[in-house]
């Protein structure tokens, strides 16, 4: 009898020895090399204990998680272009992550976690993203709120056929920074300055101001074409995005008090009809279903080029 016990003893003692080391035996990772393509979503698979870093080819604006209870987002200043993902929650989780950049480009990301029971999946250690060659311009039929790749006017020395185009953006933005704008909004205070067309293309400038005590992330402008008639429940039935084609702000990040400037350039549509209004959005990185609405003048003061 005291053999028998003995041997239950062992072969209880390797039982738990076996568990242990299939718990602790080593996770595989993996490293990705991706395209910056907007119109992709990226499944990531994650494990909790395991830490997943994206990085991009330029600095990070904004991260938002669909369900910050199951999963930490971490992103710093010092490292601008990376985000550090990580499952909080030891249960089996998914959600989705957005992630843009200060040009206002956008990484959506599919977050899965099966869970600390899970010991056959791959985790995604690194994400590492190229630039795309491909346009991140906004088609009029995509009803995202993020703005495509938009290059600055002194990025490089521009086209002899574009410099006064320019000179003229230039000279808006100069005249906004000194002007004294009628304020809307709360926290977050926007007013739509002066306005001009050249053929087809329309260029307004704006100001914003931070009334909040705390600093706050701004998305790139939207413009959309509103129908101002209401429905039953008092609400706009119909906003369309207008394709966008550049935009410049002197600050995408604001601290408590500080204001900043900015135009942009859009390709006015045709026509319209009496209800419809041309309206400039403005929105907080992390209040995107909160933003100010402000009209523009359909038919700007001054115009130069098609005459209209």
Known sequence: MKICRNLTQ????????????????PTAGRILNLNLDPQAVTSVELRPGFV??????????SVVIGDPVAFKAEHSDAE??????????????HTNALITTRLGRAVSLSLVSYGSSDHKTFVDYVLKYDASPK?????????????AQTIGIDSKEPDTDLKPLIAREDKLLAEQRKSAPRWQGKD???????????????????????SSARPIELLPPQIELTDAEKNGKHKPHKDEPVA???????????????????????ERPAFKTSTEHL????????????PINLPIPFVPATSTGQSQ
């Open 244 to 266: 966008i084609k550049n935009y410049q702000m002197t600050s995408r990040r604001l601290e408590p008090g500080q204001r900043g400037d900015g135009y942009v350039v859009f």
């Open 52 to 61: 997943t870093a994206v990085r991009l080819p330029e600095a990070v604006s």
């Open 80 to 93: 601008p272009e990376l985000v550090f993902f990580k499952p909080i929650t030891a249960a089996a989780s």
């Open 135 to 147: 346009s991140f311009l906004i088609e009029a039929s995509n009803l995202s709120f993020l703005v």
């Open 188 to 210: 977050l205070r926007a007013s739509v300055g002066q306005s001009s067309r050249s053929g087809d293309e329309m260029t307004v400038s704006f100001s914003v101001l931070n």
């Open 279 to 290: 309206a400039l959005e403005i929105a907080q990185a992390e209040q995107v279903d909160r």
């Open 10 to 25: 062992v072969i209880t003692l390797l039982l738990l020895l076996s568990r242990s080391y299939a718990q602790t035996e």
